[in-house]
C-alpha cells in the first residue's frame, strides 16, 4: 500500500518544565519487585543496637545509622565502592534517593561511618542476615565449603619491607662492629675490655652506640687509618639510628610475617594470580578466607598469611564466635591439608573431608606407581611397630624426634632403619645413600591422611568434592570478576575486615534478590 503523502510525524509532548499539582512519591517510582526493596527489607529486620550504640548524645543531629548501612550495601551491590561515588548516587540515583528518604550524607560521613562506626558492629549485623536467610531455608551452617582468595591492598606495590632484609642488614652492621673493635685492639689493646661485640645476643642501638663510644675513647689521639676514622664517623651518626628502624619494622613484621608495605602495614607481599604487569610480581594484599554453602557466604575472616594452611583454624574459630558451634562438615582443597588442621577438626568433633597435598596424584596411577619404594608405600605393622622393606626386612624404631612447624605446632617424627641393605638387589631403586636405609614417618598425620581419604573417597566425600567446586570459586569469581572488586578501598587490616564484610553482605543479598 503507498504511503499517504498528507501525513506528519508526530513526537509525544516533552515538556520539561511541566509542574506537578501534588508532588511525586519516591515509594511509586520503584517498582515492587525492585531488588533495592529486598536490601531494605532484610535490614530492617537487624537489630542495630550496638551501632546506635556508638553514638554520644549531644550535639547535631546525625544521619540514622539503619539509612546510612542500607545505602552502603546497596551500592556494593551495584559496585559502587568510592565514597563520592556513593554520595554522587545518593542525591541522583532514584533507587539510593528512596532508600536514603532523600537525605544526602557527604562523602566524609560516608566514609566515617564505613572506616569507624561499622569497625566491631558489621559482623554481627552480618551474622543476623545469614540467621534469617537460614531461616528462609536458603542456606544451613553445618556443611560449609571453604576456599581463600588474595585480594590486592590500598598500597603503594614498590615501597615494602623484608623480614630477611632486616636480618642482613643487622648482620653486617655487627660484623663491621667487630671488624672496629679488632683494629681498635690492635691499635690500643690496653684501653680496650674484653666486650666483643660478636657475643652480643641481640644487637640494638643502645650496645651500639655504647661500643662505638669504647672505640672512639681508646683511639683518641691515636694515629688512626682514616678510612677507619670515617667508618667510625659514618656508624656513630647512621647505625644506632638504623637499628632503630630495624626494631620498630621488626614488631610491626611480628613473627608470621616476612615482608609488609610501608603505606600500609598490615598488607603483606603475596604472589597474584592477577597482576597488572602479567609475570606473577608480588604485590601487597589481604589473604581473604570464606565459607559458603549453596554459594552464600556463611563466615568471612582476614589475614596477613601468604598460604591457605595456617587460616583455617583461626577462620572455624571465628564461624564458631559468631554462631556459638562449629560445622558439622568442613570441606576445602589440598591448600588446608596440614597435621595440625586435621588434628584440629578431630578434636573438635567436625568431619574433614579435606585433601592433603599429595591426594590428587595418588589418584593418578601414572604418577602413584613412579616411586614404588616411597615410605608411604611400606607395610607397617601396628602392633609390633615396624615396617616392611621391600625385600621384607623388618625396619625397626631406632628413635624419634620433635619437629616444630612456623605456627609452634609440634610434630613426632619416627626413624626406622633396615638391618642390612648391602648387597640388596632393589638397593639402586630404594635407597641411594650409605649404609641401611633410613625413613622418616610421622605416624599421626599417616593415620589422620588415611581418615581423610576415607572419606574423600566414598560416595558422600565424591558428592562434597564436586560440590566444593561450583560452591565457594564461582563466589570469588563473582565478587572479583563480574563485580570488578579487586582492590580494597580502606587500608589497615580492621578497615579492610569492614570492606571484606560489605562485599559479603552484598552478595548474598544480590543472590537472594536474584
Known amino acids: ?64 545509622p539503619r539509612m546510612l548501612l542500607k545505602s552502603l550495601v546497596y551500592a556494593y551491590i551495584n559496585n559502587i565502592y568510592s565514597s563520592r561515588k556513593i554520595e554522587e548516587a545518593v542525591s541522583s540515583n532514584i533507587y539510593f534517593m528512596w532508600l536514603a528518604g532523600m537525605a544526602k550524607p557527604d562523602h566524609n560521613t560516608i566514609n566515617r561511618f564505613r572506616g569507624k562506626r561499622l569497625e566491631k558492629t558489621l559482623q554481627p549485623i552480618f551474622t543476623q542476615v545469614v540467621t534469617l536467610l537460614c531461616e528462609e531455608g536458603l542456606l544451613n551452617i553445618k556443611d560449609l565449603y571453604t576456599d581463600g582468595t588474595k585480594i590486592e591492598a590500598n598500597a603503594n606495590r614498590y615501597t615494602f619491607v623484608w623480614g630477611k ?11 663491621q662492629l667487630n671488624d672496629l673493635w679488632q683494629y681498635a685492639k690492635s691499635v690500643a689493646a690496653a684501653e680496650m675490655d674484653d666486650t666483643d661485640p660478636t657475643s652480643f645476643e641481640k644487637i640494638d642501638a643502645e650496645k651500639v652506640a655504647a661500643t662505638i663510644e669504647k672505640i672512639n675513647e681508646a683511639l683518641k689521639d691515636k694515629d688512626i687509618d682514616k678510612q677507619v676514622k ?19 619494622h621488626e614488631k610491626i613484621l611480628g613473627e608470621a610475617r616476612n615482608s609488609f608495605s610501608k603505606t600500609d602495614t598490615d598488607a603483606t607481599f603475596m604472589r597474584m594470580k592477577e597482576d597488572h604487569m602479567l609475570n606473577g610480581q608480588l604485590k601487597p594484599a589481604y589473604n581473604v578466607q570464606i565459607s559458603t554453602n549453596t554459594q552464600y557466604i556463611a563466615s568471612y575472616s582476614v589475614h596477613q598469611n601468604t598460604t591457605d594452611t595456617n587460616t583455617l583454624i583461626s577462620h572455624l574459630e571465628q564461624h564458631k564466635k559468631q554462631f556459638d558451634s562449629l560445622p558439622d562438615n ?18 573438635n568433633n567436625v568431619t574433614a573431608y579435606v585433601k592433603h597435598n599429595q591426594f590428587d596424584r595418588q589418584q ?3 604418577i602413584h606407581d613412579k616411586y614404588p619404594f616411597a615410605p608411604d608405600k611400606l607395610h607397617y605393622n601396628p602392633t609390633e611397630d615396624y615396617y616392611v622393606c621391600p625385600m621384607g626386612q623388618h625396619m625397626h624404631s631406632i628413635g624419634q624426634f620433635t619437629k616444630t612447624t612456623t ?7 619416627k626413624k626406622y632403619q633396615a638391618k642390612n641393605c648391602e648387597g640388596c638387589p632393589l638397593r639402586a631403586g630404594c635407597y641411594k645413600a650409605k649404609g641401611n636405609r633410613i625413613i622418616d614417618i610421622n605416624i599421626n598425620l599417616g593415620r589422620l591422611k588415611d581418615q581423610a581419604e576415607q572419606r574423600l573417597l566414598s560416595e558422600e566425600g565424591i558428592i562434597k568434592r564436586k560440590q566444593r567446586c561450583f560452591d565457594v570459586e564461582p563466589v570469588f ?5 563480574n563485580h570488578y572488586f579487586k582492590r580494597f578501598m580502606l587500608r589497615g587490616i580492621e578497615k579492610v575486615t569492614i570492606e571484606t564484610g560489605l562485599l559479603a553482605l552484598a552478595h548474598n543479598l544480590r543472590k537472594k534478590a536474584a
Open 407 to 413: 605456627t609452634g605446632y609440634q610434630q613426632t617424627i
Open 1 to 64: 500500500m503507498a504511503k499517504r503523502q498528507d501525513l506528519k510525524v508526530i513526537f509525544k509532548q516533552n515538556d520539561q518544565n511541566q509542574l506537578f499539582l501534588l508532588p511525586p512519591n519516591l515509594d511509586e517510582l520503584v517498582s515492587k519487585d525492585h531488588p533495592v526493596r529486598i536490601v531494605s527489607a532484610v535490614l530492617d529486620k537487624v537489630d542495630i543496637g550496638s551501632l546506635i550504640a556508638g553514638y554520644k548524645p549531644g550535639g547535631t543531629s546525625s544521619y540514622h
Open 330 to 347: 568442613s570441606i576445602a582443597d589440598a591448600g588446608y591439608g596440614s597435621e595440625e588442621n586435621y588434628q584440629w577438626l578431630e578434636d
Open 364 to 366: 593418578n596411577k601414572t
Open 165 to 175: 632484609a632486616i636480618k642482613t642488614s643487622k648482620e653486617k652492621i655487627k660484623q
Open 477 to 481: 569469581a563473582n565478587i572479583k570478576h
Open 230 to 248: 670515617q667508618k667510625l664517623n659514618y656508624a656513630q651518626k647512621h647505625w644506632p639510628e638504623a637499628l632503630d628502624k630495624y626494631e620498630a
